[in-house]
């Protein structure tokens, strides 16, 4: 036994000794902090796709370019809304789209900032289990919200009559009944979301970019406030959302953005939750009722983001209006860890 011992490390060290000294990986280059101006402009026209490992606007598009979303991956049906219109969407029981004429007394319901799909404004319209797949066949009426001026978009009705393969069937028109159109999306690969408009041609639209090509969206978006009385009501607010597809997020307001390393990242708690970065890292002052308002950017609050290429990145945000003063244009600047 004891002549084991002595022969096990004797021949490890020869083994050893014949291979090749180790070589010396130089030091990660994280690259330099970097500054970022995004151009919604004043009116919070656009909504802005960005990729921080790219460190690049990937897309943009008119906030007002379409209505719908449609779940696009494999085996997703949810629908969504377009909340950068303050959309809205409420079931009204019946199943005959010529009976629904009007929206008075609806419910009407928005999708949640959070980006819990199993609380959309449009529901279970589908329902697949082993057996079968059931569609409810329920006339929903969407509210399209606001334009960037603040001009209502008016009403729809719809139906969603079925997912078959890749592609949604649905049949929609205005509330009096004219313009009845019967209409489909194809389901795109590589893509989180299809979209759809109401009145843009072609009504298939696709201004989201592929998935794994970005990180953040800025744009406006509907989410839950509460009055000094603490009653709940939906308002429309500008700020970041994440995107849906392994991105995560965590917040810090202990440490000073340049003392964030990895080793503290990779110890914080992160979210999947679309909107943590959201819209309050900017405080309003002044007036809101009247409209004379500014905004001052808390710079002490960071971001580490976890993108889905397994980068870390800190961000943190250091301006809202432009170099001739003119407010929507948030600025942050971030930095690889």
């Known amino acids: ?20 000294e180790d070589e010396k ?61 303050f959309g ?17 007394g609806l419910d009407l319901k928005f999708d949640p900032s959070s980006g819990n799909l199993d609380s959309t404004a449009v529901g279970n319209w589908i329902t697949i289990n082993e057996i079968d797949t059931i569609y409810s066949g329920l006339v ?18 719809i139906v969603f009559d079925s997912l078959a393969g890749n592609t949604y069937y649905f049949r929609y028109a205005n509330l009096n009944n ?13 893509v989180n979301y299809i979209y759809y408009s109401f009145v843009n041609e072609p009504g298939q639209l696709q201004p989201e970019p592929a998935f794994d090509s970005y990180d953040l969206l800025f744009t406006q978006y509907t989410t839950l406030l509460y009055t000094n009385e ?44 679309n909107d943590r970065i959201g819209y309050n890292w900017k405080d309003v002052v002044g007036d809101v009722e009247s409209g004379q308002v500014s905004y001052i950017v808390n710079p002490d609050w960071n971001y580490i983001i976890r993108a889905q290429n397994g980068f870390y990145y800190k961000m943190r945000f250091i301006g809202f209006y432009n170099d001739l003063g003119e407010k929507g244009y948030p600025t942050f600047e971030y930095q690889r860890l």
């Open 1 to 20: 036994m004891k002549a084991n011992i002595i022969f096990i490390p004797f021949i490890l060290l020869l083994l050893t000794s014949c291979f090749k």
């Open 25 to 85: 990986i130089p030091p990660f280059d994280r690259g330099d902090r970097t500054t970022v101006m995004i151009e919604l402009t004043q009116n919070y026209k656009y909504q802005v796709y960005f990729s921080l490992d790219q460190n690049t606007v990937v897309s943009s598009n008119d906030k007002n370019s379409f209505d719908l979303a449609f779940e696009s991956t494999s085996t997703g049906s949810h629908i969504l809304l377009n909340t950068a219109n």
């Open 88 to 104: 809205l969407a409420a079931v009204t029981g019946e199943t005959q789209i010529e009976n629904v004429t009007s929206h008075d």
């Open 140 to 157: 929903y009426v969407i509210d399209r919200g606001y334009d960037e001026l603040g001009n209502l978009l008016g009403f729809r009705k």
């Open 178 to 190: 004219t313009n009845m159109i019967a209409a489909s999306v194809t389901k795109v690969e590589g």
């Open 230 to 273: 603490g009653d709940p009501y939906p308002y429309l607010v500008t700020g970041v959302l994440l995107n849906r597809f392994e991105t995560m997020v965590a917040f810090d307001s202990i440490h000073h953005f340049d003392s964030i390393s990895m080793d503290l990242a990779q110890n914080m708690n992160f979210t999947q939750q």
